[in-house]
């Protein structure tokens, strides 16, 4: 069973940066897509970022376009989502997710079966 350990959050200024880290072990990641999701509070948790691990289309909400970018490193077996230009709408729990979904359901939630702890993005005004 893989597991998905998230890291890099943490408390900016608007207009900031952060990179968080999602290292992936105890299972492969080859065939499957991985995604970024996001949760604040009192609010649903909303797609971020995904993509297929074998390679393709980069997917990105409109919130975050332009600004977060998904990359990997394979050796390493980790994602990491880059979030510039931070905005305080930006401040929510981040959370890795690896799963099957077909391209018209990668941006759900209920694609993704294995999900990490989270981490925290907390960005001031």
């Known amino acids: 069973q893989v597991q998905l350990v998230e890291s890099g959050g943490g408390a900016v200024q608007a207009g900031g940066s952060l990179r968080l880290s999602c290292a992936a072990s105890?299972?492969?990641?080859?065939?499957?897509?991985m995604a970024w999701f996001r949760q604040a509070p009192g609010k649903e948790r909303e797609f971020v970022a995904a993509f297929r691990w074998s390679g393709g289309s980069l997917y990105y909400s409109d919130s975050v376009k332009g600004r977060f970018t998904i990359s990997k490193d394979n050796a390493k077996k980790t994602v990491y989502l880059q979030m510039n230009s931070l905005k305080p709408e930006d401040t929510a729990v981040y959370f890795c997710a690896r799963g099957t979904p077909i391209i018209s359901t990668i941006r759900q939630s209920s694609a993704y079966s294995n999900w990490g702890q989270g981490t925290q993005v907390t960005v001031s005004s």
């Open positions: 105890g299972g492969t990641l080859n065939n499957y897509a």
